[in-house]
């Protein structure tokens, strides 16, 4: 045998060791509990945010639409859940050309010259040329933040949805005098959707000049709705990550992709005073488990303790269910979370099976059209520390 | 005897119109524009049919790959006379083959599964019996039930291929059709069925409150291995099987398992050979994964929770599928002219490579053209609809339609179809485990070790250098 066929031979033999190798290397050690060696190890930040004494929450609406049937009916006829938000055709950016044929600007042109201080008309013309607009509800939220010298900031995260529900929401809980009497320091939009966003003008009708501070990621016809609806305050756009608010107060943006083309969630996180963290969300789309270890790695709160959780979660915002929710919910335990004022996106199911799980859920009042006492409803309030 | 399209693949003699590489730029070019056009028409969320919800879009996507498959590769073809696939134009034929299984698809789906099924065994399978459920939409019934159908043509889309690329079609090769195709295609659905009970219901069981204790095991039997209750764990093994049986056929043209004489030997070491490559990529991908990302948080939501790593290994394994085929297809399964184990490692790294440039420009800008949604993570990003659309459209144009029109068929002479086996099997017994083979496998083994460990190493900081989409 010559010394070329020799070579070639030891060549073949050596392309194909290799593969053998590669594949028996990855199958043996990729899934073994020793590749956990190699993970980096996550240094906490430890950054300081400070303190405050108290965080309470009125809930001022949770319920975003009223029937899940109505409102899935409408996306699945779109064309589903990537559709964009503005082309579905609901209030307040109807055409009139049916669902899935809308979009901002036809929309915005038949109502702008009424935002934001003729709303009801606004909304009656939105009516006319939407689907399905008395499905319409919103997501808003009243935090009253208690300094550690006593002293009270208000502010509201998210503007709901609905112009008509959203209004009797705000003179309900009486945001429409606080608005008028500039007790609101700033308004915080968690994210772009319909349900927690177009709402803008009822706050502008009552404070055009407040502060708007709204996540990065936003699209091109939600920031000109910020104009469109008459804003004369300062707006400002959260990069990405940590942003230090008031002592004790933060806003963390998360830069996730969520349906019906939104980009972005901004939640906040609160460090009471000898009891922990507590966060607030809109609709948590980041999941509340990364919340947690997001606070965790980047935040220094007292105790090292989970002390509560408000908002929507967003587990199961339609009652749909999947295996992976069953993740969260058998994970949520290692948390140690002392209360959970859950509502909204979280689902009633979800909550159902929190509850099963014997977490400490704050049961509510199920008034205003909010469906079940199993989370916090409509008017019901929540206070941290 | 009438031999229907038996071996019509191996034995047609595609033409190249052009010289050089324009006929299969010329083919990309027509494909890709066939491929933008039926997204727009029947998937994209702002196009006309919208089906990528996302399950919808998928089901149909991933049943008509298997009903190309079952009729070429299960049933040659048959019904349809040799002389007509030799003879009729692409064009046509393309037409026709095309609308049969489109009608194939739509009988199966709405007929065996969402009505038989559906109505008269599981009621997952149907959209009409979920929504009798308390509290259950009609979009999320259909979604349901979409994955429960589309799942069965995963497991489908690996096992019906797998019986022919790694089981020869055996015991039934010698069986005239359509004899042979029902065979197979039983053995393959009776399978398919199993997998199924034993990955997929387990998932459908728990999708209801309280879980379904009586029916399916629960919590699933996985939870604990794979840190997750979800059925993407099974996704993500099945996914990388079919990927492996296509690369097997096409770019490793069988090797090494080819060179085991013994026919069962090498049937049953093909078939289980492919199960143990893709089970080394499942494990592979998702340390990957946990290398770039950081270590996956149970119970947390998107690119962290262990449910959509697992999902992610299937889809990051399709990506390497799409250049396999591309340069089997139209590329004439370039290089050929090396001894089988060079041609195959060069083709290898060449799809490699094509995987990970792909990858990265799906995810920097399908957000752009194809209406999903941005990100790597979102539960309606789903790169496997829009990679198999085009993988189907190649097969259609592939397989019914000889490449046309960059290339022509011009059926193989009893000569050169001779001579290409005899070529075959020259590069076969060129292998020869002589010593020094046996001694250049040994240091390959070890360089295969340590090209492994260089690159698990090498992983995390070079996906820092190559910033995809925002990172947090």
Known sequence: MSDTIKRRDFLKGAITGTGIGVLGAMGAYSYSGARKALFSKTERKMTDIGTCRSVKVTNISETSWFDNQTLVGDIKGAGGLLVDQYSYNWAPFGNGNGLGKGSYADGIAKIKQYLPHDLDKAWEIAQENSVNPDNAGGYSCLLEVEEL??????????????????????????IDKMLENREIEALFISHEHFDHYWGLPVTLKYDPTITIYIPEGFYPEGKQYIKDSGHTGKLIEVKNGLCKQIPGMASYVFPI?????????QSLYFNIKDKGLVSVTGCCHQGIIRFAETAYNEIKYENDQCHGIYGGLHISPFDDWDPKYDDLVISLERYGFERIGCN?????????????????????????RSKDKAYLGNGDTITFG | ??????????????????????????????????????????????????????????????????????????????????????????????????????????????????????NYGLAYFNPEQLEKLDGITSFFAAEYSALAILMFAAIASWLSPAWVVAMEN???????????????????FFLSTIV?????????????????????????????????????????????????????ETIWERYPFNLIKNDWLRR?????????????????????????????????????????????????????????????????????????????????????????????????????????????????????????????????????????????????????????????????????????????????????VLFYVVTVRALPALYEIIDIIPKN
């Open chain 1, 257 to 265: 992709p969520i349906i019906c083309r939104v980009y972005g969630e």
């Open chain 2, 196 to 248: 199924y009970f034993v990955t997929m219901h387990p998932h459908m069981g728990i999708l209801y409150h309280p879980w379904q204790y009586f029916t399916s095991i629960a919590p699933p039997y996985w939870e604990k291995f794979a840190d997750t209750v979800s059925g993407n764990f099974h996704v993500s093994w099945i996914m990388c099987c079919t990927v492996v049986v296509w690369l097997v």
């Open chain 2, 170 to 188: 055996a015991p039934w090769h010698k069986m005239p059709q359509p004899a042979r195709g029902f065979s197979i295609l039983t053995i393959t």
């Open chain 2, 1 to 118: 005897m009438e031999r229907f399209g038996e071996h019509y693949l191996e034995e047609r003699k595609l033409v190249k119109r052009w010289s050089g590489p324009i006929p299969a730029l010329v083919s990309l070019l027509l494909t890709l524009t066939v491929f933008y056009a039926t997204w727009w028409i029947f998937q994209d969320p702002r196009g006309i049919m919208r089906m990528y919800t996302p399950y919808s879009g998928y089901m149909y996507c991933r049943w008509w790959l298997i009903m190309m498959i079952w009729m070429v590769y299960l049933f040659d073809f048959w019904p349809f006379k040799r002389k007509w696939l030799e003879t009729t134009h692409p064009l046509v034929k393309g037409a026709v083959l095309t609308l049969i299984s489109v009608a194939i698809l739509l009988i199966l789906v709405k007929g065996f599964f969402e009505g038989f099924l559906g």
């Open chain 1, 344 to 368: 909204h996106c979280t689902g009633v199911l979800c909550a159902k099976k929190f509850i099963s799980q014997g977490y400490p859920v704050i049961e509510g009042t199920a008034r205003f």
């Open chain 1, 149 to 174: 010298d006593g002293n009270k900031r208000k502010f509201l995260l998210d503007s709901g949805w609905s112009y008509k529900w959203m209004d009797e929401c705000f003179k309900r809980e009486g």
């Open chain 2, 268 to 448: 049953f070491a093909t078939f289980f050979g492919i199960i143990l490559i893709a089970l080394a990529m499942h494990f592979f991908l998702y340390f990957a994964q946990e290398l770039t990302w950081g270590e996956a948080i149970r119970g947390t939501r998107r690119a962290f929770s262990p449910d959509w790593r697992w999902l992610h290994v299937g889809e990051m394994a399709i990506f390497f599928l799409v250049p396999a085929l591309f340069l089997s297809f139209y590329c004439d399964n370039w290089p050929k002219k090396f001894s089988m184990p060079v041609n195959v490692a060069t083709r290898t790294i060449v799809c490699l490579v094509a995987a990970v440039v792909l990858y990265i420009a799906y995810y920097k800008t399908s957000h752009l053209f194809l209406g999903t949604q941005k990100g790597f993570s979102h539960p309606q990003q789903f790169p496997m609809i829009p990679t198999i659309w085009l993988i189907n459209i190649w097969l259609a144009h592939h397989w019914f339609m000889d490449n046309w029109p960059a290339w022509k068929m011009v059926p193989k002479t009893a000569h050169e179809i001779e001579a290409d086996r005899n070529a075959a099997q020259a590069q076969i017994d060129d292998i020869r485990f002589t010593p020094k083979f046996v001694t250049g496998m040994g240091a390959g083994l070890a360089m295969g």
